[in-house]
């Protein structure tokens, strides 16, 4: 594996790389011009110095897959990472079929067929796919399985419910043909950069807040991790302004799981 493919596996898994240690070999490489010219990368300053970040993850997995693809070996999948590199967990962002997982008890369009939820859910807890679309009237997103499993009992029936066994993308957004998502992440940086992300191309989408919200952030234990990205600090959404404000004044975020029964 040679240096430059050695750099970005690094920077995926670290996250960020000191400007210092960007070395011209790799500042000078095909892939790294490739990177910042499609905006994936950027040095973002910190303090005195400045860091190289990831700013776009699917176009940094899809620049890096393409370029690494040169050998015998495709790397599609964990399973062609160990053959390639020996670890299948230093590039296992790059699975190509997310998996999906349903609930409720309508019938739902998955990949243009029509699917008795209902009957799915009540059979076997939930209808599990590795879909390229969906389409229903009032989609509902859930960001933890053990949520997912109870939702309706806490927001009701007139949802269908979604859970991916991974993060949220632009692909799952231009896939979901729906009237309205309700929209329920945990309350931290991440889950509120999600939800930013979602409503930007789904303009009708809600995020769930219980009338006693106020009074259950109180309840807000873990500390927060991670940075704001800029969606999140220059957002003017005024639901999102008051929970970003409380989790900066207490340095701690609201897990899902307390508003579930």
Same mark, same amino acid.
């Given at each position: 594996? /040679?240096?430059?493919?050695?750099?970005?596996?690094?920077?995926?898994?670290?996250?960020?790389?000191?400007?210092?240690?960007?070395?011209?070999?790799?500042? /000078?490489?095909?892939?790294?011009k490739?990177?910042?010219?499609?905006?994936?990368?950027?040095?973002?300053?910190?303090?005195r110095?400045s860091?190289?970040?990831?700013?776009?993850?699917?176009?940094?997995?899809?620049?890096?897959?393409?370029?690494? /693809?040169?050998?015998?070996?495709?790397?599609?999948s964990?399973?062609?990472?160990?053959?390639?590199?020996? /670890?299948?967990?230093?590039?296992?962002?790059?699975?190509?079929?997310?998996y999906?997982?349903?609930?409720?008890?309508?019938?739902?369009?998955?990949?243009?067929?029509?699917?008795?939820?209902?009957f799915?859910?009540n059979?076997?807890?939930?209808?599990?796919?590795?879909?390229?679309?969906?389409?229903?009237?009032k989609?509902?997103?859930i960001?933890?399985k053990?949520?997912?499993?109870?939702?309706?009992?806490?927001?009701?029936?007139?949802?269908?419910?979604?859970?991916?066994?991974?993060?949220?993308?632009q692909?799952?957004?231009?896939?979901?043909?729906?009237?309205?998502?309700?929209?329920?992440?945990?309350?931290?940086?991440?889950?509120?950069?999600?939800?930013?992300?979602?409503?930007?191309?789904?303009?009708?989408?809600?995020l769930?807040?219980?009338?006693?919200?106020?009074?259950?952030l109180?309840?807000?234990?873990?500390?927060?991790?991670?940075?704001?990205?800029?969606?999140?600090?220059?957002?003017?959404?005024?639901?999102v302004?008051?929970?970003?404000?409380?989790?900066?004044?207490?340095?701690?975020?609201?897990?899902?799981?307390?508003?579930?029964?």
């Open positions: 594996m /040679n240096i430059i493919n050695d750099f970005f596996i690094n920077l995926k898994t670290e996250k960020r790389i000191a400007k210092s240690s960007v070395g011209s070999v790799v500042r /000078n490489s095909k892939l790294f490739l990177m910042e010219q499609a905006n994936a990368i950027e040095f973002e300053k910190m303090g110095g860091n190289l970040i990831i700013v776009n993850q699917y176009v940094f997995k899809e620049i890096f897959k393409s370029q690494i /693809n040169t050998d015998v070996i495709n790397v599609n964990k399973i062609d990472a160990a053959k390639k590199f020996g /670890n299948s967990k230093i590039i296992g962002g790059l699975e190509t079929n997310p999906y997982f349903y609930r409720g008890n309508k019938k739902v369009k998955v990949n243009n067929e029509t699917i008795d939820l209902g799915y859910t059979k076997f807890g939930f209808f599990g796919c590795s879909n390229v679309s969906v389409e229903t009237d989609l509902c997103w960001e933890n053990d949520c997912f499993e109870v939702a309706e009992k806490t927001i009701g029936k007139d949802y269908v419910f979604v859970h991916k066994y991974g993060r949220l993308g692909n799952d957004f231009s896939n979901w043909r729906v009237k309205e998502v309700l929209f329920c992440p945990d309350y931290d940086f991440t889950g509120l950069e999600e939800y930013l992300y979602c409503k930007e191309n789904f303009p009708n989408t809600t769930f807040i219980p009338s006693d919200f106020q009074e259950i109180k309840q807000s234990r873990m500390p927060i991790k991670g940075e704001m990205k800029d969606r999140l600090k220059n957002t003017n959404d005024e639901v302004l008051k929970i970003r404000d409380y989790i900066l004044r207490n340095n701690k975020f609201l897990e899902q799981q307390i508003l579930f029964n």
